[in-house]
């Protein structure tokens, strides 16, 4: 914090100490490429965030400063001018904040210096904008005095990467982010909001992140491509039913009515769609009931589905979930995030983890020729002011 804290006075030259606010990144512990198919989602947020620090300021400057991008420099805009600016890279995430809060009704009436610090790994898929926008929202909510409802503020966030940043994603990130509770995972229906919380009582095992250290860029990715299946599949069902979205549909419903869907591969598309979110159901109630096993045998299913129904998966992620399956005291092993590299997710017994690594990492080395990074995951709550030092 003492770091962050004179960093903030050094780069803005300014007095005093600035307001301080963390938000989380999140994994998805099952229900991948479901949330904006109208399924449920099971995400978690993590302990790896975005520190953002703000003072406001007189005038209506804003002033934006990364940790993670020095070489970037202090990038500045007016609050009358927060349109999209390629040439501002990361900051378009924050300003997106600030115009879609602007644009809700909600008033700013000066600008702010805000310092951004995040320990998530860059392009790993734990969220890192998602990240930055609750981190922004919680951070002008608190320095201007606004009153956002936090489901709000959770859709605002999902506005900045649909129409302003150009990504068509879910809801689920910023909900993880927004609404995420310490040692609990949230099952999320992605369509009508509602959620419930579930304790994670992983007792004598962890959640470990496992990267890829292949780094993923959403909107250059094929996942646009892929909603555009599911949306594709989802116009020829709609011929037999009256639904809203393939989360609609059981798996029943769509092993009789698939051979309505045109093409092949929509349909392989819409089929990992509509089993993913079987699963997702299937996985809450296992964590309800303790069944760890049960769980990670859902968790194996899931990445089958999307590394050959969704075809997201890739070499790289298929090699670490293909060697952490062979390990002994692993309970499952699966994807997590929207795919073409990134991380992975397992449950390992603690006695097992070192051997774990140690493996894993070495299958991988051997045939990618670079590391692949570990981290153990530590299910924190959701974006938050931090007061008295401390998360």
């Not at 990618?368 to 299910?379: D, E, H, V």
Request: charged letters at 20%.
């Amino acid at each position: 914090m003492n770091n962050l804290i004179n960093a903030f006075q050094n780069v803005f030259n300014s007095t005093g100490e600035p307001r301080t606010f963390f938000a989380p990144g999140r994994i998805n512990l099952i229900g991948e490429h479901t949330d904006y198919n109208g399924g449920h989602v099971f995400p978690t947020s993590i302990s790896f965030g975005t520190y953002a620090l703000g003072k406001k300021r007189t005038d209506t400057r804003f002033r934006f400063y990364s940790m993670n991008f020095p070489e970037a420099g202090v990038m500045e805009c007016d609050l009358s001018d927060l349109n999209f600016n390629e040439a501002h890279d990361w900051a378009n995430y924050p300003k997106g904040m600030i115009h879609h809060l602007i644009k809700g009704g909600y008033s700013l009436r000066h600008g702010a210096d805000i310092l951004y610090y995040g320990d998530i790994p860059n392009g790993a898929g734990l969220s890192s904008s998602a990240s930055i926008e609750m981190a922004t929202g919680v951070l002008l909510e608190h320095l201007f005095e606004l009153t956002i409802d936090r489901v709000e503020m959770i859709k605002l966030g999902q506005k900045v990467e649909n129409d302003y940043i150009g990504v068509n994603s879910g809801i689920m990130d910023q909900f993880a982010i927004g609404k995420g509770k310490r040692n609990h995972a949230i099952l999320l229906d992605c369509q009508r909001l509602d959620y419930h919380y579930a304790p994670i009582e992983l007792e004598d095992h962890a959640i470990m992140i496992i990267n890829t250290n292949k780094q993923r860029k959403l909107a250059g990715s094929k996942y646009n491509e892929r909603r555009q299946q599911c949306e594709e599949a989802l116009a020829d069902l709609k011929s037999a039913f009256t639904i809203n979205s393939l989360g609609d549909l059981t798996k029943d419903q769509f092993e009789q009515h698939k051979d309505l869907i045109q093409t092949n591969i929509n349909r392989k598309r819409a089929k990992h769609a509509v089993t993913e979110n079987s699963r997702t159901l299937e996985a809450f109630n296992k964590l309800q009931n303790g069944d760890l096993t049960g769980f990670g045998q859902l968790m194996n299913a899931s990445h089958q589905s999307l590394q050959h129904d969704y075809e997201v998966t890739g070499a790289e992620l298929d090699t670490v979930v293909e060697a952490a399956w062979e390990q002994k005291g692993v309970i499952g092993a699966r994807m997590t995030g929207a795919g073409f590299g990134g991380c992975a997710i397992a449950i390992v017994s603690k006695n097992n983890i070192d051997d774990f690594k140690a493996n894993v990492g070495h299958i991988y080395q051997q045939k990618f020729g670079y590391t692949t990074t570990f981290y153990t995951a530590t299910l924190g709550d959701g974006a938050k002011e931090i007061t008295g030092g401390a998360l």
